[in-house]
């Protein structure tokens, strides 16, 4: 499909656990952002990549959460040593940039479910 | 970390009426947007705003970006029982990337 897709759509997993969430954005699509949205609220900022790198990850809410957009296209967010707090819908949008206007497309999200 | 003010909360719609939503910041942003999300779904952009004091229409939908760039809000006309669903208001800023901020979201039902 031409959307954004994410995978897996559910996961559930244990505390303490580590898991990783992928996004693939539209083809084309420079900038890269992922957003926690906890049940019944708006979606938080969490990081941003412009290509390859990240250019903001001051939404990222502690050092065990990371994310990677090595090759500039697909991006993972990864969870080190996952706690019930955690649990939420993790959503990315893809969008053209500074350059390509500001709108951004959504994928489905993730829901993590840490027990 | 930082929402918006988006109220009301919740609300019910019956078929026909029209309905109105806002949304209030301490900052200002460079565009508003507007976006909908139905149950297992991301959400989906309505309207987007550029300008302050601009009023853009979509449809059954319309919305203004506030003079103060503080501000929007969202009106729906002749609501169809499809409206159903929640809405959030998004606010951009230039100078961080373009990350969006949210409001918590308007929650529209129908009435019983």
């Known amino acids: 499909g031409a959307g954004v897709s994410q995978t897996p759509s559910n996961k559930v997993t244990e505390k303490g656990k580590y898991v990783e969430l992928r996004c693939d954005p539209i083809?084309?699509?420079?900038?890269l952002y992922w957003y926690r949205q906890s049940l019944g609220q708006g979606p938080e900022f969490l990081i941003y990549?412009?290509?390859?790198?990240?250019?903001?990850d001051s939404g990222l809410p502690n050092d065990r959460f990371f994310a990677v957009r090595p090759e500039g296209s697909v991006s993972t967010l990864k969870i080190q040593r996952t706690e019930r707090g955690d649990s939420a819908v993790y959503l990315c949008?893809?969008?053209?940039?500074?350059?390509?206007?500001?709108?951004?497309?959504f994928g489905p999200g993730t829901r993590l479910t840490v027990l | 970390g930082q929402q918006l003010n988006q109220s009301p909360q919740s609300m019910f719609i019956q078929e026909g009426e029209d309905v109105s939503m806002n949304c209030t910041s301490s900052?200002?942003?460079?565009?508003w947007l507007w976006y909908k999300q139905d149950p297992g779904e991301g959400p989906v952009l309505l309207i987007a705003?550029?300008?302050?004091?601009e009023l853009t229409s979509n449809g059954r939908l319309t919305a203004q970006f506030g003079i103060t760039r503080k501000d929007s809000f969202l009106n729906i006309s002749a609501s169809i029982p499809s409206d159903v669903g929640i809405y959030f208001c998004?606010?951009?800023?230039?100078?961080?990337?373009?990350?969006?901020?949210f409001g918590g979201g308007t929650r529209v039902l129908v009435k019983p």
């Open positions: 083809s084309g699509h420079t900038a």
């Open positions: 900052s200002i942003f460079n565009t």
């Open positions: 998004a606010g951009q800023l230039r100078a961080a990337g373009n990350k969006l901020t």
């Open positions: 705003l550029y300008k302050a004091g």
């Open positions: 949008a893809s969008g053209q940039g500074l350059a390509g206007g500001n709108t951004q497309y």
């Open positions: 990549f412009q290509g390859t790198g990240a250019a903001d």
